[in-house]
């Protein structure tokens, strides 16, 4: 149809580069995934048979994330990093790219019965090829943790039975006592103690870091592999955030899982996360190792937010931030032609001779040095 | 001596619901000279909003202000009526830029109108002269003058912040509250705000007091910090006092719990358990069940007010004991 669809090489050598330069450790990679949402038209543009236009939500972007580690999402409001996690484990439907996701045996084995053509490979199916109503199988495998504690939880259910709706959906558990058992535990592993007394209670009788940790025992309480946390503390108190965020990291070494972690505070990801990707309007423009990302930024964009974060310092009240960026973010609907950063770029004032290329050629997103990967002309000189 | 601009004194606000009356403000007392900025911090339900309201004597019902004095340039607003207090001091001597700024302009007026409004009702001008006037107050802020014709979602979430900065500034008002200015909005526009709020601190020579829950904003702009917990101020002191030489447990755990950008990458700490139920606080001092110093005092009786410093006081009974055993 129109550009809507992507041409992708097939498959197998997509999966098969990627294996080769990840090699063990990959858990799930993203390939060109792209998520796009048709705008209404108005009858004037029916009429004049205009082409049909999207917010560009995420706009064709590729990441790996490897067993075991943290991988997390940076950026401002609405350049589509929760889009991003909410179409990485479908519960939105990609509009194109492949997500191969390395599944237990025993999944892809459920998955394979459900339905014959879904694409799976050297242990890692493709979660674009299955339909979504076979999907079920691998929900327990990938969780979510929602952004609002106080939004997430149904008012009316007692936290037990928040916490026994999985186990209900998915068949675990085969009587009232063992599914309590499981609650129990669940309650006890976040923490919330004594799990006898909260199990009983409703969720507006909890703060909001309680809750919080009710979603958490949602989300693991099925035994998943991969969790993707959208902006867990950031409707919490600065004093409790420490505090589920060491809670997150203890379930992840007890239980081995992996997170696909959302924010917009640099400095949480710095604290939690093992590697960084910094989005802006539905593209990752850096990625690299927290440490390597915020010692050692390179794209301008990410020299901005990290200049921006303000820091608990009293010189500082002495001065005025200096943050290198120009305008505000444009709408994702209207993405600018070229580098979609350049009417913002800084650098670009600096190095008039990119100009032409900032403004016409989008840059892809290249290996710099080791692992630390940037979208940017700036170090691409020679190349193109 | 310095002159104040604002005097609290013993000042009492609490709410009486149907479970029980809940002290959001219990007893706290401070004094701002003029030009000085105070940042309030604090977790949520801690009563900072509460102390901001009690300011402009805005509490909303069941809330009263039930004891104690507000004193705003001279005159003690708590005992003055509801019309004295909105011609005379209200937006003229203390204004107040809400929490969640976005949705405090009113979506079917123009921006330049909502702006120009306290001059009309205010000072008498007309609705040319006032939306003139306004025009200067939005270049002040760094916006484009033309705004003044435009609907509120026409702006982006940073501009609209912008123009209720301006609304708060239009009556030239000595203080100005900002409560959580910039929680709902990025980083990149965060600093840009905060930068806007310390040029008009420095050249309009107001004081602003600054409420939110985050330390590193507070560090930005304030001369001096108050530290609340369960609607008592527990710290109070220079900026450079309370963060480098914190003295309240309470308030070195909320410095440790921030996770920082740059420096090491040390264990991140936090305040166990959550903040009391003001409707009956706990027996004695009102952080004893979070506290890693709590000792049998702490339990009964509530701490006293200890002046480390003339302008560094502490509550607290780890400071109480040399003051003591000298009485006794």
Known sequence: ?384 | MAKYVLEVEHLKTYYYTYKGIVRGVDDVSFKLEEGESLGIAGESGCGKSTLAFSLLKLVPPPGRIVGGKIVIDGQDIVKMSESEVRSKIRWKKISMVFQGAMNALNPVYTVGYQLAEPLIYHKGYSKKEAIEEAKKYLEMVGLAPEIVNRYPHELSGGMKQRVVIAMALILRPKIVIADEPTTALDVVVQAQILNLLKKLQRELKISIILITHDLSIIAELADKVAVMYAGKIVEFGPLDKIFLEPKHPYTQALLKSIPRLRGSKEKLEWIPGTPPDLRNPPPGCRFHPRCKFAMDICRKEPPPEVYLEPDHRVLCWLYGKEKRNSQG
């Open chain 1, 1 to 384: 149809m129109s550009k809507q669809q992507l041409k992708l090489p097939p498959r197998d050598e997509v999966l098969k580069a990627i294996e080769k330069k990840v090699g063990e450790k990959l858990l799930l990679y993203a390939y060109k995934l792209r998520k796009w949402f048709p705008i209404r038209r108005g009858i004037k543009e029916v009429l004049t048979r205009q082409p049909p236009r999207f917010v560009r939500a995420v706009d064709t972007i590729t990441f790996y994330i490897k067993e075991g580690e943290t991988f997390c999402l940076v950026g401002e409001s609405g350049c589509g990093k929760t889009t991003t996690g909410r179409t990485l484990i479908r519960l939105l439907e990609p509009t194109g790219g492949y997500i191969f996701y390395k599944a237990r045996p025993e999944t892809i084995k459920e998955i394979k019965e459900l339905q014959k053509n879904v694409y799976v490979k050297d242990g890692f199916i493709d979660l674009t090829s299955v339909n979504a109503k076979k999907f079920k199988p691998l929900r327990k495998e990938l969780q979510i943790i929602f952004q609002d504690p106080y939004g997430s939880l149904n008012p009316r259910f007692k936290i037990k039975d928040i916490l026994e709706e999985p186990l209900l959906v998915h068949g675990i558990g085969e009587t009232l006592e063992e599914r309590e058992k499981i609650v129990l535990k669940a309650l006890e592993d976040v923490k919330l103690t004594p799990p006898e007394e909260f199990a009983y209670r409703y969720p507006h009788m909890l703060s909001g870091g309680q809750r919080q940790r009710v979603g958490i025992a949602r989300a693991v309480i099925l035994n998943p592999r991969f969790i993707v946390a959208d902006e867990p503390v950031s409707m919490l108190d600065v004093s409790i955030r420490a505090e589920i965020l060491e809670l997150m990291n203890e379930l992840k070494r007890k239980y081995g899982l992996t997170y696909l972690f959302i924010t917009h505070d640099l400095a949480v990801a710095r604290y939690i996360c093992d590697r960084i990707a910094v989005m802006y309007l539905g593209k990752i423009v850096e990625v690299a190792s927290a440490d390597e990302l915020i010692d050692n930024p390179l794209h301008p964009y990410t020299k901005a937010l990290i200049a921006a974060v303000p820091e608990p310092d009293p010189e500082l009240r002495y001065k005025f931030k200096e943050v290198p960026i120009k305008g505000e973010v444009p709408s994702a609907a209207a993405i600018p032609p070229g580098c979609r950063f350049h009417p913002r770029c800084v650098a670009l004032d600096q190095h008039p001779e990119l100009r032409e290329q900032c403004t016409t050629v989008e840059p892809d997103l290249i290996e710099y040095e080791n692992e630390h990967y940037v979208a940017c002309w700036l170090y691409r000189r020679g190349q193109s």
